[in-house]
C-alpha cells in the first residue's frame, strides 16, 4: 500500500514522449483524415459538455466534421441520416425502421436465440494475436438451451 499514489504518467518520460513525436508524423501520413464526418446521436449532457469542452483544441476543419445531436429524431439529424442511407438500414432508436441490424438488432440479450447461440460456441469470436474464424463455430442450439436461456433475459417492468 505504500506505493499507491505514486505511479507516473508514462507520457510525462522524456524517452515517451520522444518515440511519440517520432511516431506521430509518420501516421499522419499514412492515415491521413479518412474519416469524413463523425455523426454523434442521442448524445447526452456529460458527452456535449465534455465535447464542447475538448473542441476548444480543435481546428475549425475538424470541428466543422463533427456533429452531435441530443435528439436523433429531430429534423436536422434525420436529414443527414437520409443523405447517409434509407430509412430501413437505421434502427427505430435514431428514427429508422429495420428490425435487424447487424451488431446491433435485435439485441442479443434479449434474444433468446443468439444467447443460445453465444453460450453454445466452441471459439473465442476473437481473440489477440490468433487468426480468429467469425462468425464463432457453434454446436447446434437445442430447444431446451433456447428455453434455458429465456430464463437469463430479465423481464422488462411493464
Given at each position: 500500500?505504500?506505493m ?5 504518467n508514462?507520457?510525462l ?5 520522444n ?24 448524445a447526452?449532457?456529460?458527452f ?5 469542452f ?6 475549425e ?5 463533427v ?16 443523405d ?15 428490425s ?11 434474444d433468446?436465440?443468439s444467447l443460445?447461440?453465444f ?25 431446451a ?7 437469463l ?6
Open positions: 500500500m505504500t499507491m499514489g505514486t505511479e507516473k508514462p507520457l518520460h522524456k524517452r515517451s514522449r518515440w511519440i513525436e517520432e511516431r506521430i508524423p509518420i501516421l499522419g501520413r499514412m492515415y491521413c483524415e479518412y474519416d469524413m464526418a463523425v455523426v454523434v446521436l442521442n447526452g449532457s456529460l456535449q459538455a465534455a465535447y464542447s475538448c473542441a476548444t483544441w480543435m481546428s476543419r475538424q470541428k466543422a466534421r456533429r452531435v445531436f441530443s435528439d436523433a429524431k429531430q429534423a436536422e439529424p434525420q436529414a443527414l441520416l437520409l447517409l442511407a434509407p430509412k430501413e438500414t437505421w434502427p427505430p432508436s435514431i428514427g429508422g425502421t429495420a435487424t441490424v447487424q451488431h446491433a438488432l435485435p439485441i442479443p440479450w434479449e433468446p436465440v443460445a447461440k453460450k453454445a460456441r466452441k471459439t473465442a469470436g476473437c481473440a489477440l494475436g490468433v487468426k480468429t474464424q467469425y462468425p464463432p463455430e457453434t454446436s447446434e442450439v437445442t430447444e438451451e433456447i428455453e434455458e436461456a429465456k430464463k433475459i430479465p423481464q422488462k417492468d411493464e
